[in-house]
């Protein structure tokens, strides 16, 4: 998936996007996607596109709730959107999956599941932003591509063969961390980071077991 902010970005990325499937475009704003995405139209006029999986609904007693993406199933999806701070829309979505809700006047905001499994990378491009779920666009974007070498270090030779979370081997491409979203009020892109609440210690139950 493929979101683009920024007019003169739109125009810049529209030969790269040309074999996707546009799932909304305004002057500033693109959203599109070569992968099935679900379309979701919610009563106060925004729309929700949710690429990748989504495996259950968990309800406020914390059980969970198996969730298909019938007529039912995105019924019971918008009515949790509608109902709850969005903050909380990623603890109460089980799954793997990126999503991306745009109100009528063109606010964006793009998160993930809890613990953003699907990497959306992102880079500050001309006049705009570049979100997307593959690096490759983002990429074809650079006049020159210039690698970070912070990264490089930590790829090679301290954790598992990856940079670290939030960055990438490149310089000005970045990715959205573990909790973290990103909104655009329709002039400037703001992240923003959920709070981490630890559970409590508790014996072991049945379900652990």
Avoid: W
Wanted: charge should be negative.
């Amino acid at each position: 998936m493929e979101i683009v902010i920024g007019n003169e970005i739109v125009k810049a990325t529209k030969d790269q996007m040309s074999g996707n499937d546009v799932l909304y475009q305004s002057d500033g704003l693109c959203v599109a996607s070569s992968l099935p995405v679900i379309r979701i139209g919610l009563e106060s006029g925004r729309r929700l596109f949710i690429q990748g999986e989504v495996y259950s609904i968990r309800r406020k007693t914390g059980e969970t709730t198996p969730v298909d993406f019938s007529a039912d199933g995105q019924r019971e999806v918008a009515q949790l959107v509608e109902g709850v701070n969005l903050n909380e829309v990623p603890r109460r979505l089980e799954g793997d999956f990126v999503g991306v809700l745009i109100d009528e006047s063109d606010q964006v905001r793009i998160f993930g599941d809890e613990f953003n499994r699907t990497e959306v990378f992102y880079s500050d491009e001309q006049d705009g932003v570049i979100f997307s779920t593959d690096l490759e666009l983002i990429c074809a974007m650079k006049d020159e591509i210039v690698y970070n070498q912070s990264s490089l270090v930590n790829l090679l030779s301290v954790y598992g063969y990856y940079a670290p979370k939030r960055h990438t081997i490149y310089e000005n491409v970045n990715r959205l961390g573990v909790g973290e979203s990103c909104f655009y009020d329709g002039t400037k892109v703001r992240f923003d980071q959920r709070e981490f609440t630890a559970s409590p210690i508790r014996e072991y139950g049945r379900r652990e077991n």
